[in-house]
T-cell receptor, first 114, second 109 residues
Framework: SAVISQKPSRDICQRGTSLTIQCQVD?????MFWYRQQPGQSLTLIAT?????????ESGFVIDKFPISRPNLTFSTLTVSNMSPEDSSIYLC???????????FGPGTRLTVT | GQQLNQSPQSMFIQEGEDVSMNCTSS?????WLWYKQDPGEGPVLLIA?????ELTSNGRLTAQFGITRKDSFLNISASIPSDVGIYFC?????????FGAGTILRVKS
């Protein structure tokens, strides 16, 4: 399976600021996704990161709040904009590689907003 | 929206015991996946199931894709302390996964 890294691994940010999270994969992948995992909760899909075009957002998530880029087949960024304490979560990127639908996750970015 | 009902919510078992957890849905899924998440880590894929009725093992783990395509179970045999963690089921439809709420497994040594 692909090796996925995320930067930063954790951060503490002040409300009103923005944080960009990077996801790097060691090989080309078919699909990339961004998830949010609130404390003690399951995973919620934010959006599908589309290579070379705008991301596809799930209900409840908007581009102004969570802009996403995917300039190539191995890299994506998620920005959490104008943060509030409610944005404190773990943010995870995941990938699907090849035709078989097995989704693999990065280690996550633990964000705390004060 | 799509929902997966995962049970039990948590388990506290004796080392060496077998463990069983399951997920059910009102909707059909094409693929069932089971993940384990340790504290501070991302979920790790344990088993993927692609066909209704499929039974797949990975070491002490065994999972089955329900014949109706609306459910799946995961069994862990002879549990050990490192089995502690949160187990998530996920159903795939189209290009997306829907996750269960998770089963927290605690093992008494």
């Amino acid at each position: 399976s692909a090796v996925i890294s995320q930067k930063p691994s954790r951060d503490i940010c002040q409300r009103g600021t923005s944080l960009t999270i990077q996801c790097q994969v060691d090989s080309q992948v078919t699909m990339m996704f961004w998830y949010r995992q609130q404390p003690g909760q399951s995973l919620t899909l934010i959006a599908t990161a589309n290579q070379g075009s705008e991301a596809t957002y799930e209900s409840g998530f908007v581009i102004d709040k969570f802009p996403i880029s995917r300039p190539n087949l191995t890299f994506s960024t998620l920005t959490v904009s104008n943060m509030s304490p409610e944005d404190s979560s773990i943010y995870l990127c995941s990938v699907v590689q090849g035709a078989i639908y097995e989704q693999y996750f990065g280690p996550g970015t633990r964000l705390t907003v004060t | 929206g799509q929902q997966l009902n995962q049970s039990p919510q948590s388990m506290f078992i004796q080392e060496g015991e077998d463990v069983s957890m399951n997920c059910t849905s009102s909707s059909i899924f094409n693929t069932w996946l089971w993940y384990k998440q340790d504290p501070g880590e991302g979920p790790v894929l344990l088993i993927a199931l692609y066909k209704a009725g499929e039974l797949t093992s990975n070491g002490r783990l065994t999972a089955q894709f329900g014949i109706t395509r609306k459910d799946s179970f995961l069994n862990i045999s002879a549990s050990i302390p490192s089995d502690v963690g949160i187990y998530f089921c996920a159903g795939q439809r189209g290009n997306k996964l829907v996750f269960g709420a998770g089963t927290i497994l605690r093992v008494k040594s």
